[in-house]
């Protein structure tokens, strides 16, 4: 059986869909659900990594665990580096425990492929292999996250699978404060307001649609054998703040308004993920274009955001 911890985030409804679709058996975890994952027959489980109990209850059958809780972003910047540590690593720690206790053996965790290089110069496209320097919060306990694991797999032979996924995109994404570029541009339109651009729109991140995100998590959990993966999930393909937007201006028919602010100092200013180790260890690559991705995006909210 497969836990997905997280289940009723973004990634965590489309993965458990997915592997509802092809007959795996599911425990989905998450602090609260939205009405239709009970309707897929998985097993539900209400909770965080802070409640011991209920994880302990939720790991029962559990073979493989798909780790994707977290509470913070990059936009955070250090403001609450204390907070995020008391949130997600220590409890993630006390999880990592409860995983090795009860026989868990497969851990696939999502970590950052932006947050936890830091700044790269010039264009590169980046492997696994790059320095880790991240400059904000969230990108240092990622990083604390996957060392921990590492931790595990050394001392208690838990395999693991660690996916540094670019920025994810698609249907169903809402807005989150610091996190999540596309939702929050498309709903900054749909309210008629000028949608935000920090510095010059020159930062480059890397986009992935969904479904391919959540294939390289079913393959991740599916690889036969014994793993000890770190893996980039990406299009390997810079994109500009600007070129998202002329994308979505395209998808949607309608002109976005642009209001410029100071760069933040906590924002990794390009980055795109070398994805052939994904190619090779995972057998995967990514499918769905940036352009289809956007009108996919676009088309699943309907007249009202389309139009403007």
Known sequence: ??????????????????????????????????????????????????????MRYALEGVDTVVQLMGTSTPAQGIAQSTQDIQDNVIPHVAFLRECVDVGVR??????????????????????????????????VTKLMMEHFIRLHSHLDDLEHVILRVANPYGPGQVVKAGQGLIPALLDRQAQGLPVTVYGDGSAA??????????DAIVRAAALPGHEELTVNVGSGRHRTVLDVISCLEEATG???????????????????????????????????GFAEGVRRTVGALGPRTATG
């Open 106 to 139: 497969r851990f696939v965790f999502l970590s950052s492929g932006g947050a936890v290089y830091g700044p790269v110069p010039g264009d590169r496209v980046i492997p696994e292999t790059h320095p880790t320097r991240p400059i904000s919060s969230h990108g």
């Open 254 to 288: 309608s002109s976005f308004e642009i209001e410029k602010l100071p760069a933040r100092a906590t924002d990794v200013d390009r980055i795109a993920l070398d994805v052939r180790l994904a190619e090779r260890a995972l057998r995967w690559t990514p499918t769905v």
């Open 1 to 54: 059986m497969i836990g997905v911890f997280g289940a009723n985030g973004f990634i965590g409804q489309h993965l458990v869909r997915r592997l509802a679709r092809d007959g795996q058996a599911v425990t989905a975890v998450a602090r609260r659900f939205d009405p239709g994952l009970d309707s897929l027959g998985v097993r539900t489980v209400a909770g965080d990594l802070r409640d011991r109990s209920a």
């Open 205 to 214: 991140r890397d986009y992935v649609y969904i479904d391919d995100v959540v």
